[in-house]
């Protein structure tokens, strides 16, 4: 089974800096897609940024970029010019390309702090 | 356009008591899920639904029971909550073909206490 991990619990980055939280997956397949979600205070569950395994090219969002290594299965999320109100938990997603599997494998989240 | 709308946001229960969390999209999304999240972790999918009338386990089924009579309506029931269950539960939708999957539109939660 798919695994997703993410080794920093806590992060914290000063107002207008740059962070980047880490993830690293493990799978045997060959297509799949990677996800950041965002989870403010609210509890809603907010996508950043999304990749698909067979682009080489990294995803860009806005300040939200990533790092997709598929050879090292690292899926890193790069955020510039952070904002106060980026201050959330982050999750690092897996989900299959194939129809019929719908298990989406979370990591168990990087809590960043913004100091102003 | 609400998105994905679940009721209630808390509720506490008591041990062996059975209650029924409700979830509705607006967005005619075909696929719908529930996941739980358990403190300081991520989310797991408890069952999903690829559409109406078709349901399938997912990584921690047991305990709960769902069902897809509409498009629109996934509620997830409890039966005989005991305190594992004691966790917040999220429900999404998405819309996916035969190729893509797109990306899951997230409910604001319930937080369920089993006391």
């Known amino acids: 089974a798919q695994t997703v991990t993410q080794s920093q619990p806590e992060m914290s980055v000063q107002e207008a800096e740059t962070v980047t939280l880490s993830c690293t997956y493990d799978?045997?397949?060959?297509?799949?897609?990677l996800f950041w979600y965002k989870q403010p205070p609210s509890r809603q569950m907010i996508l950043v940024i999304r990749?698909?395994?067979?682009?080489?090219q990294n995803a860009t969002e806005n300040r939200f970029s990533v790092n997709f290594q598929k050879a090292a299965k690292s899926f890193s999320l790069k955020i510039s010019d952070s904002q106060l109100g980026d201050a959330a938990m982050y999750f690092c997603?897996?989900?299959?390309?194939?129809?019929?599997?719908?298990?989406?494998?979370f990591g168990a989240g990087t809590r960043l702090t913004v100091k102003p | 356009n609400a998105g994905v709308t679940q009721t209630p946001k808390f509720r506490i229960l008591k041990i062996g008591q059975s209650m029924t969390l409700q979830c509705t999209q607006d967005?005619?999304?075909?696929?719908m899920y529930w996941y739980r999240q358990d403190p300081g972790m991520g989310l797991k999918l408890i069952y999903y639904?690829?559409?109406?009338?078709?349901?399938d386990k997912g990584e921690v089924p047991n305990g709960y029971n769902v069902s897809r009579s509409t498009t629109e309506d996934f509620p997830l029931r409890l039966e005989l909550a005991a305190p594992s269950q004691t966790s917040v539960y999220f429900c999404?939708?998405?819309?996916?073909?035969?190729?893509?999957?797109?990306?899951?539109?997230f409910g604001p939660g319930t937080r369920l206490t089993v006391t």
């Open positions: 799978t045997s397949e060959s297509d799949y897609y």
């Open positions: 997603a897996y989900r299959s390309s194939k129809y019929n599997n719908n298990d989406m494998r």
């Open positions: 990749q698909e395994a067979y682009k080489q």
């Open positions: 999404a939708s998405s819309y996916a073909t035969g190729i893509v999957a797109y990306e899951q539109y």
């Open positions: 639904s690829v559409g109406a009338g078709i349901t």
């Open positions: 967005m005619n999304h075909n696929y």
